[in-house]
Nanobody, 120 residues
């Protein structure tokens, strides 16, 4: 069974930083495409950043230059370093994985989310 467990969210002041983690199990992590999404109250879930199995990164415009997505294949963990946080970054952040599980079945998997609140 594939599990994605996010951690690292919390309350931070504008201009502050947080690092989110997503621990993956049950998936061939090194081969998976990994993404961070977020969903603010009353809004649709949106893609924030993505990293391929080969390490190619992509970011949506609102977070470019402030957020860094990375992965540690030895630890089966995805990260999102968030700097210069703004109130509009407030949202529930979700980890997403697309790849093969231990039985070579292709799937699209989600974590339970972690709340990030940016407020003074």
């Amino acid at each position: 069974q594939v599990q994605l467990v996010e951690s690292g969210g919390g309350l931070v002041q504008p201009g502050g930083s947080l690092r989110l983690s997503c621990a993956a199990s049950g998936i061939i992590f090194s081969m998976a495409a990994m993404r961070w999404y977020r969903q603010a109250p009353g809004k649709q879930r949106e893609l924030v950043a993505a990293i391929t199995s080969g390490g190619t990164r992509n970011y949506k415009d609102p977070v470019k230059g402030r957020f860094i997505i990375s992965r540690d294949n030895a630890r089966n963990t995805l990260y999102l370093q968030m700097n210069s946080l703004k109130p509009e970054d407030t949202a529930v952040y979700y980890c997403n994985a697309v790849g093969l599980d231990g039985r070579s079945r292709w799937g699209d998997y989600w974590g339970q989310g972690t709340q990030v609140t940016v407020s003074s």
